[in-house]
């Protein structure tokens, strides 16, 4: 019985090795997800008042394999002006009901650049942040992971039937 405990824990070293360095791959790439996020300069940056002239909704359904039912959602296409700009501008799946004649918050391009306009700005530097903590917990947890399983037998054991457990469950 001990020989089987002490390979159980052998195993369950290099497993928790073996699955700190991919984890930390995975840590890795979503460092430098969050860096992209944080360092990405938003297009859409000047918030106005979009004046709706025409609504064109449409629904999408979509089939749901697990409940096996469908769900419907409607987006709405707005064409409308803004008072700062001379052109017609376009917002495209808008999802909260609205009507010709009313005025929502949009956000453009800086200058009237293009004629599109969205619902919402596109900064995603509090993403990034996000993603980058999320990557240095996972870090953290690797380094702790190793460091335990190396030194405590009975969690190398755990980690050694986990481990062959997921590997027979994969197979």
Known sequence: MDQIYSGTAT??????????????????????????????KPVFTTQVDFFIT????????????????????????????IKECDKIYKLYNYTTFVSSGQTIKAWIKP???????????????????????????????????VVLTRKYKPLAAIQGASGARDIFNII
């Open 11 to 40: 195993f369950g070293k290099h497993y928790a090795v073996f699955m700190a360095v991919v984890s930390s791959i995975v840590a890795v790439v979503l460092l430098l997800v969050g860096i992209y996020l944080i360092r990405r």
């Open 54 to 81: 025409n609504v064109s909704p449409r629904t999408v359904s979509t089939y749901n394999n697990t409940t096996k039912s469908y769900t419907s959602r409607t987006y709405y296409d707005l064409t409308g002006t």
């Open 111 to 145: 200058n009237c650049e293009s004629n599109e306009a969205h619902p919402s700005n596109d900064d995603y530097k509090t993403m990034g942040y996000v993603i980058i903590g999320i990557s240095g917990f996972m870090i953290i947890f690797n380094i702790l992971r």
